[in-house]
């Protein structure tokens, strides 16, 4: 994936497209993703995936889905490697926490250096 994106965890933790891949990523515990996308020709914006039951990569949109059951078998049942991360429900101030982070954070924090 060429794009930018957050995956945000149950624990408080998140990982960032400037410091993992995709394929080395927790697979557990998936609260939310932020990521940035193209939602005119040229015009970029950030959006927040959060609520489902699994997420998975797109390579042909840059873009990172959620879905349920069936949207998982549908994913699935595409040719190539594939990648899922399992969502989690939490208690409401978690779900709260990890969302305002999410909001909160700038790419320049997220992609800034972690040491």
Known sequence: MNSRWAIYYDDG???????????D???LGVVS???EVELAPGHMDVIHVNGFDFYWPNDLDNRWWGGDLFGLWDYLTQPGAKIVLFGRS???TVWDQVLEMAKRHTWAELEGDRG
């Not at 933790?13 to 394929?23: F, M, V």
């Open 25 to 27: 990523l927790a697979k």
């Open 90 to 92: 939490v208690p409401r």
């Open 13 to 23: 933790g998140w990982e960032c497209h400037a410091w993992i891949k995709p394929i």
């Open 33 to 35: 993703i932020r990521q």
